[in-house]
């Protein structure tokens, strides 16, 4: 497809063709569009003999092209256009943009759409150190240097950063950390570049060496002393010349950095801002991160759009494309969201319109999570009045930017400067074996067998308080783990199951359905009855079935199937038959809780009754969902008001969150400590998730063990994880999946998945976490016989590229349990990004509020009574199609 410059060339050739052509039928014009800019013409006419160039040029061309936008012309006769054919002339007319990283040519190149890219994101192994980090911006004012230096002084917490001042007309970072008295004439980078410029190699570069933090490892390479002499030799300097002679300077520079015996893990470059000679290179060339810094007025948006289709366009010395970041900076409003919000919404949006050309091999969209490209820094009054970083005033609003950085390194300075930098490799036929066996129960508790449940079932501080029997109501969101517990707590002996979800393998053919619920419901409503006595019933009957002989039932009620048949023959018409039978009595609420008081007298201590199921038990039907409610109320009524009076039987309700807040309980009150809530707020106890199931694979034990030989067998196997520190977590994670995912705001994966598997409420589900290992060591296995990966058992981009399916399966789990939430993701998909002006979301409040209860929704600005904007979290975010925009 013809571009827009072809297209425009075209038009120019005709309307040239047509001019010429009234005098010369047979003159010929050629026309091409320039890649730099204008157009490239050729003109052979009889027309121009014994003419002079302006003469030609009239003839040729009258007012058609502006001078302007001509970058080259050929005006011949025919007889000049044939001896220079003759001659083997170039043909200017095929002008080609060089391979140089370099202004036009860059910039040039960043025209072409699309564009493939190579970065070093997914990539699955690390960049050799030192790993560079080039700071730029078009224009001055927007924090730039300062960017740097906070972002220094944060990486050099953990690793050794040097600095590269090569603002060399106005060199700053000197003065930023406080030894600017220090750079004493003769000594910094202009006089180390001049001097390879002009004897062809680079003198030792530790003499010019600033270590500016007397108790971390980093340093400063100054420009310079400015001085009169300074200037001269700033003057001599031709970056782009260097790009065409065979020795190069500043790629000396850079390598001869690299040898340094303080071995600098991260080398941060503050460029020059604007279309300067040497930032082109530092950008195009050396980088492997460009970090753009830029303030989102329309001035800044031309000339930064070209900058980043440049730096598509780039290929590094390392042959990656430097991998672009923005700080958007310095943003206003910190007392005003709505203005901060506005610009950080425009900067997303413009960031996702300047990185649309680019794609991977495949063709696929390079670029899916632009938020975490973009770290916007607010006005800071403190920061702007500080002469220097030394002080760390306001470091925080930095952290993320060093966290791109970080995820490209993968050790810490502790580690010795010999290091390869990546961990002890895994043995190849370990991990073969290990990935031929390793599965991950990515299922429901109900679909477990039994060996696995026992195996992976965690035991956690939050699971020990809710079995505890004074606890009478556990309560969570969908995959927490209450079915779990619940199985868990139904195998133990002694407790008694009354009702159950399907699939257990406690559930009787008795227990309560959909069914069963609306016809108890019909017979209360028939004789005036609630559900308290209904629930009465239902555990009096419960426990009949598995008390034997010795219990008996009041005169009142009658002959019962309960107590004729054992509980194999037992069917759900049985007990609907034998509630209606009971509530038919006279005073049955008051025969029924005397007939429970003499029940409880003939059970064991703290024997529990068991509630599970209640979500979806009822029915989904408007109708069903109302007597939900009613029932639900009823039970927890009936504990909150007699259930103390009980001496043996304690009753333990296992409850979804937002059934528990919808239900209208007058007594609300008598639960207040008396609850527990399954809501995975410990991450090193998620995390303990995976490395228990792993640890069934022997072989997967061999591996961690190889990495932690300080540890016996007995402390590898699954049911020691539940006590492991969080150390032994933490080094266990790192064989399975790494340490570290490169290029987004959370460095390390362990923390990468807490954050991607939150909901709008900060809560998490194992199921989620269980189901994306699932997906990832799939991927793993298919990769690993093509593409060997010895770091970890699973590379960390199999957990990245797995999370799209997580999210489609998180919201068919949420469309399952809420049908009422679905004009609430059509109109999010309609919406298609995140986050959202609140006033864009057409749909029913109550619905609105159920997105909020569930997690689908959270509040990213504004109050609960003015909600300003909301926030589809990541868990959901991809399965709804919404693209990301802005910044928390």
């Given at each position: 497809m013809p571009s827009e410059g072809q297209d425009a060339a075209g038009r120019i050739r005709a309307d040239v063709l047509g001019w010429v052509r009234e005098r010369d039928h047979l003159?010929?014009?050629?026309?091409?569009?320039?890649?730099?800019?204008?157009?490239?013409?050729?003109?052979?006419?009889?027309?121009?003999?014994?003419?002079?160039?302006?003469?030609?040029?009239?003839?040729?061309?009258?007012?058609?092209?502006?001078?302007?936008?001509?970058?080259?012309?050929?005006?011949?006769?025919?007889?000049?256009?044939?001896?220079?054919?003759?001659?083997?002339?170039?043909?200017?007319?095929r002008h080609e943009v060089l391979e140089l990283p370099l202004w036009p040519d860059s910039l040039a190149r960043g025209q072409h759409e699309p564009v493939e890219v190579r970065l070093p994101s997914r990539s699955d192994d690390f960049l050799s150190e030192p790993l560079i980090a080039t700071f730029y911006s078009l224009r001055g004012g927007v924090g730039r240097s300062?960017?740097?230096?906070?972002?220094?002084?944060?990486?050099?917490?953990?690793?050794?950063?040097?600095?590269?001042?090569?603002?060399?007309?106005?060199?700053?970072?000197?003065?930023?950390?406080?030894?600017?008295?220090?750079?004493?004439?003769?000594?910094?980078i202009v006089p180390l570049l001049l001097e390879a410029e002009i004897n062809g190699g680079l003198p030792d570069v530790t003499p010019h060496l600033l270590r500016v933090h007397p108790d971390r490892e980093l340093y400063l390479l100054p420009a310079g002393h400015p001085e009169a002499n300074y200037a001269r030799q700033l003057a001599q300097l031709d970056p782009a010349a260097w790009y065409r002679e065979e020795s190069n300077p500043l790629r000396d520079l850079i390598a001869a950095v690299g040898r340094l015996r303080i071995a600098p893990q991260i080398v941060l470059i503050d460029a020059r801002t604007g279309i300067s000679p040497l930032s082109a290179p530092l950008l195009f060339d050396v980088a492997d991160i460009a970090v753009v810094t830029f303030f989102p007025h329309p001035q800044a948006r031309v000339g930064t759009r070209a900058l980043t289709r440049a730096l598509l366009a780039a290929r590094s010395e390392r042959s990656y494309t430097p991998e672009p970041r923005f700080i958007v900076s310095p943003v206003p409003g910190a007392g005003a969201p709505e203005i901060r919000g506005r610009y950080e919404d425009r900067a997303a949006d413009w960031i996702s319109e300047w990185l649309a050309p680019a794609v991977v091999e495949g063709g696929q969209a390079a670029f899916g999570e632009v938020e975490e490209l973009i770290h916007v820094v607010g006005y800071s009054e403190d920061v702007a009045g500080t002469d220097s970083v030394v002080s760390e005033t306001g470091i925080g609003a930095y952290a993320p930017i060093s966290e791109w950085i970080k995820g490209f390194v993968p050790r810490s300075a502790a580690e010795a400067p010999g290091d390869t930098g990546a961990p002890t490799a895994l043995a190849s036929t370990s991990k073969s074996a290990a990935l031929a066996e390793l599965r991950f129960s990515a299922g429901t508790a109900e679909g477990q067998s039994d060996v696995d449940f026992q195996e992976t079932f965690l035991q956690t501080e939050t699971v020990g308080r809710a079995t505890r029997a004074d606890i009478p109501l556990i309560l969570g969101r969908k995959g927490t783990g209450k079915t779990a517990l619940f199985r868990r707590l139904a195998t133990a002996g002694g407790n008694l199951v009354v009702t159950s979800p399907p699939d257990l393998p406690m559930r009787r053919p008795w227990m309560p359905s959909s069914d069963t619920y609306k016809a108890v419901g019909t017979a209360l409503s028939d004789g005036g009855n609630d559900w308290r006595v209904a629930w009465t019933l239902l555990i009096g009957v419960a426990i009949l079935l598995r008390g034997g002989d010795r219990r008996t039932v009041?005169?009142?009620?009658?002959?019962?199937?309960?107590?004729?048949?054992?509980?194999?023959?037992?069917?759900?018409?049985?007990?609907?038959?034998?509630?209606?039978?009971?509530?038919?009595?006279?005073?049955?609420?008051?025969?029924?809780?005397?007939?429970?008081?003499?029940?409880?007298?003939?059970?064991?201590?703290?024997?529990?009754?068991?509630?599970?199921?209640?979500?979806?038990?009822?029915?989904?039907?408007?109708g069903d969902l109302e007597r939900r409610r009613d029932g639900v109320g009823g039970l927890l009524s009936l504990v909150s008001e007699r259930g103390d009076e009980l001496v043996n039987l304690r009753l333990k309700i296992l409850l979804r969150d937002d059934i528990w807040r919808a239900v209208q309980l007058p007594n609300k009150s008598h639960f207040y400590g008396r609850d527990a809530r399954l809501s995975w707020a410990n991450q090193t106890d998620y995390l303990k998730v995976i490395v228990k199931q792993a640890l069934r694979v022997r072989e997967v034990a061999d591996l961690v063990g190889q990495r932690m030989p300080d540890i016996g067998p007995a402390a590898l196997s699954p049911a020691a994880v539940d006590s492991w520190p969080q150390s032994r977590v933490i080094d266990a994670w790192r064989v399975l999946v790494g340490e570290r995912i490169s290029g987004g705001k959370t460095a390390f994966t362990y923390n990468?998945?807490?954050?991607?598997?939150?909901?709008?409420?900060?809560?998490h589900s194992p199921r989620s976490l269980v189901r994306l290992f699932d997906r990832a060591v799939g991927r793993e296995r298919g990769w690993y016989p093509e593409s060997p990966y010895e770091r970890s058992l699973i590379r960390p981009r199999a957990l990245v590229e797995s999370l799209d399916d997580i999210s489609d399966q998180e919201i068919v789990s949420l469309e399952e349990e809420f049908a009422e939430l679905v004009p609430l993701f059509d109109a999010l998909r309609e919406i298609g990004r995140t986050p959202f002006p609140a006033g864009e979301l057409q749909v029913d409040l109550d619905v609105v509020s159920l997105g909020q209860e569930v997690g689908l929704l959270r509040i990213d600005s504004g109050s609960r009574d003015e909600v300003e904007r909301y926030r589809v979290p990541e868990l959901y975010r991809k399965a709804l199609g919404m693209g990301r925009k802005g910044q928390a």
């Open positions: 003159a010929q014009v050629q026309v091409v569009s320039d890649p730099y800019h204008g157009y490239r013409i050729q003109v052979v006419t009889r027309l121009f003999e014994g003419r002079v160039q302006a003469e030609r040029r009239s003839l040729a061309l009258g007012s058609i092209v502006p001078d302007a936008d001509i970058a080259f012309l050929s005006l011949l006769t025919p007889d000049e256009s044939a001896a220079s054919a003759v001659e083997g002339a170039a043909d200017f007319l300062t960017s740097l230096a906070y972002t220094a002084l944060l990486l050099s917490r953990e690793h050794r950063v040097l600095c590269l001042d090569m603002d060399l007309e106005a060199p700053g970072l000197a003065a930023l950390f406080d030894v600017e008295r220090e750079v004493a004439p003769g000594r910094g009041p005169a009142a009620f009658g002959e019962l199937a309960c107590k004729a048949k054992d509980e194999s023959e037992y069917t759900a018409l049985d007990l609907v038959e034998d509630v209606r039978t009971m509530l038919a009595a006279r005073d049955v609420g008051l025969v029924a809780w005397q007939w429970l008081r003499e029940l409880d007298a003939t059970m064991p201590r703290d024997t529990l009754l068991l509630f599970d199921g209640l979500d979806a038990g009822f029915g989904r039907t408007p990468w998945v807490w954050s991607r598997l939150a909901d709008g409420n900060k809560d």
